[in-house]
C-alpha cells in the first residue's frame, strides 16, 4: 500500500492522474450544484419562521462544512508530508489552501446576510462567527507561508506546522454552540430527519456540489503548482512545449 503511495505521488503520475479526473469531478460537481440549487431555490417551500430567507442555507451551509473539512483535510496532507516526508503531499496542501479560504470567505459573508434579519445585525462577536473567522486567518497565514520562502521544502514544513497547530480551532468551531451561550442556531441536523424532506434533500445535492467543485479546483491548482515545481524536468518541459503548440 505504502509503495502504490509513493508511486502515486510521483510528479509527472499525479499530474496525469489529476487531469484525468478533473473533468469527471467538474461536470459531476456541476451537475450536483446545479440541481441542489434549483430544487432548493425554486422549488423547496418557504420556511414557516424565516420566510423564503432560509433558502440562503443552500450556499451558506456547504461553504460552512467544507470550510472545515478543507481544513481537516490540509491537516491530514500536512502530517504525512511531516512524517512520512511524501514528496506531493505539501503541494496537496497548499493547492487547497486557496480553496478552502474561499469556501470559508464565502460562509462568513452568507452567514452575515442571513443573520441581518434573523438578529438585526450583520456582525456580533458570537463564537461561532469569530472561531469562523479564525479560521479565515489560519487559511491565510497557510496561504502566505507558503510564499515566504523560496526553499518548497521550508515553505511546507513552515506550512504544514501552522495548519497542524490550527486544528485545535476545528472542534471549537463545531462545539462553540453547546460551549457558549451564543446566538447561532445549533446542528440543523441536514443529515438526519431534523428538517423536511423536501428542504433536506437539496441541501444533500448542494454539500455534495461544493465537494465536488472543491476537488476539481483543489486538482487543477495541484497541475499548475506541479508543473511550477517541476519546471526544469524533461517531463515538464513536455508538456510546457505541448501546451505552447496547441
Known sequence: ??????????????????????????????????????????????????????????????????????????????????????????LVSAAMAPVGAVFTFIALVTGSAWGKPMWGTWWIWDAR???????????????????????RRTAGRAAGILILVGVVNLPIIHYSVQWWNTLHQGSSGILQQAIAPVMRTPLRWAILGYLLLFITLTLMRLRNL?????????????????????
Request: aromatic content about 14%; hydrophobic content about 55%; overall charge neutral.
Open 226 to 246: 506541479i508543473l511550477l515545481t517541476e519546471r526544469h524536468r524533461p517531463w515538464a518541459i513536455s508538456v510546457a512545449n505541448k501546451g505552447e503548440k496547441a
Open 1 to 90: 500500500m505504502w509503495k502504490a503511495l509513493h508511486q502515486l505521488a510521483k510528479p509527472d503520475r499525479l499530474y496525469q492522474l489529476s487531469g484525468r479526473l478533473v473533468p469527471w469531478f467538474a461536470v459531476t460537481g456541476l451537475a450536483a450544484l446545479l440541481l441542489g440549487w434549483i430544487w432548493g431555490f425554486g422549488y423547496a417551500p418557504a420556511d414557516y419562521q424565516q420566510g423564503d430567507s432560509f433558502r440562503i442555507i443552500y450556499i451558506h451551509v456547504p461553504a460552512a462544512m467544507w470550510s472545515m473539512g478543507i481544513y481537516a483535510s490540509m491537516a491530514i496532507a500536512a502530517f504525512c508530508g511531516l512524517v512520512w516526508q511524501l514528496k506531493m503531499a505539501d
Open 129 to 151: 462567527l469569530t472561531s469562523e473567522l479564525v479560521l479565515l486567518f489560519l487559511y491565510m497565514g497557510v496561504i502566505a507561508l507558503y510564499h515566504a520562502f523560496d526553499d
